[in-house]
């Protein structure tokens, strides 16, 4: 009896680290990242979607929040679940119903703390820093229709030093999310079917 396949959609923004450390732990397993979404189609995730031989899909910041040709899209790709990495739109409630727990984020802080719309990449990490914090990390949560909100899955936490920059910071917040998402959104498709 084979396995089925599990079909994940990656809806990116920026850079697409985060979309390829995950193309890369379920390269030959029963995952296939089979499509790249986003919402900027001058981000750098596109062309390494391509470079990867993933097809890349750009729809509009409204489209994603308010239409349903998105859903209608991902059901005709036969996807399972969606992972943001690095995505900075909203996620509307045409997803949301479409895929209901099915939907994973992550960010570079501890929320609820340095959550919200504007709070992504070096704004985290600049305010982490402001207010003295001894520690920060990572969240991992589902997601619902408000910003960097939903059911917390995982949080892990690494040391702010007092030499800190954003930039130095933001390597070992990198070096978190690269290890750790990936466990962690294999976990929830283990639960797909249960």
Do not use: W
């Not at 959609?9 to 029963?30: K, P, R």
């Not at 939907?103 to 802080?109: L, T």
């Not at 990572?138 to 960097?148: G, P």
């Amino acid at each position: 009896m084979s396995v089925k396949v599990k079909r994940i959609a990656v809806f990116v923004s920026g850079h697409g680290t985060n979309m390829v450390n995950i193309v890369h732990y379920f390269d030959s397993t029963e995952v296939e990242v089979a499509v790249v979404v986003s919402d900027n189609a001058q981000c750098g995730a596109i062309s390494k979607a391509n470079e990867l031989g993933i097809e890349s899909h750009v729809f509009t910041k409204r489209e994603i929040k308010e239409e349903t040709n998105v859903v209608t899209f991902l059901q005709n790709k036969q996807i399972d679940f969606i992972v943001l990495a690095g995505f900075l739109g909203q996620i509307g409630s045409p997803l949301i119903a479409a895929y209901p727990e099915r939907i994973v984020n992550i960010h570079p802080a501890l929320l609820p703390k340095y959550g919200g719309k504007g709070m992504y990449g070096d704004y985290v990490h600049e305010a982490v820093l402001a207010a003295k914090e001894r520690r920060s990390g990572i969240t991992i949560h589902l997601v619902d229709e408000a910003y960097d909100h939903g059911t917390i899955i995982c949080q892990t936490q690494c040391a702010v030093l007092p030499t800190d920059t954003p930039e130095s910071l933001a390597q070992r917040i990198h070096r978190l999310e690269y290890l750790y998402y990936p466990l962690v959104i294999k976990d929830l498709l283990g639960r797909i079917d249960e």
